[in-house]
């Protein structure tokens, strides 16, 4: 009966340290809130904003699979460097959280016109890393990959 009982406490400590769990509806519009300010930073070229809610340590793969440190990422983000862009939505989030840190999934779908007037549709899935610092929530790494 002891190595039963000691087995079930094995078995239920491995499964809470390896679960994550959604977490309050707060913390998660917080984190939804700060991958769209992340998404429309990116999209207005706001350094500023994106200087505000990333880390110091905050770390980047491009979709061409560069990786890029936070001082790479707000020199490409620069107002002198904006140029038009597509319109972007972010879609279809999935949010884990684990302690002071969560993992956010989702999809950007991207569309935009082409000088000639056609329609250019075209989708990105996203992985965003944050990770609360003291009071607030922060982006420490995001990477991006192309859907076919």
């Known amino acids: 009966m002891k190595t039963l ?5 094995i078995i239920l400590s491995w499964g809470g340290m390896s679960m994550a769990y959604a977490g309050s509806k707060e913390t998660e519009s ?14 207005q070229f706001d350094s500023g904003t994106l200087t505000s809610i990333t880390d110091e340590s905050y770390m980047e793969v491009s979709p061409a ?5 936070r001082a790479k990422m707000l020199e490409f983000y620069a107002p002198e460097h904006k140029r038009p862009g ?23 779908a991207y569309s935009m016109t082409l000088p000639q007037g056609d329609q ?5 899935r996203g992985t965003w890393v ?5 009071a607030d929530w922060k982006l ?3 990477q991006f990959t192309a859907i076919r």
């Open 140 to 142: 420490v790494s995001a």
């Open 86 to 108: 597509p319109v972007v939505a972010f879609e279809e989030p999935k949010i884990r959280i684990y302690g002071d840190t969560a993992v956010i999934l989702g999809k950007l």
């Open 30 to 43: 917080r984190l939804l809130h700060l991958v769209n300010q992340h998404v429309d930073a990116q999209t």
């Open 120 to 124: 250019r549709h075209f989708a990105m």
């Open 5 to 9: 009982l000691s087995l079930v406490v």
């Open 65 to 69: 699979g560069e990786v890029d440190p």
């Open 130 to 134: 944050a990770s609360k610092i003291g």
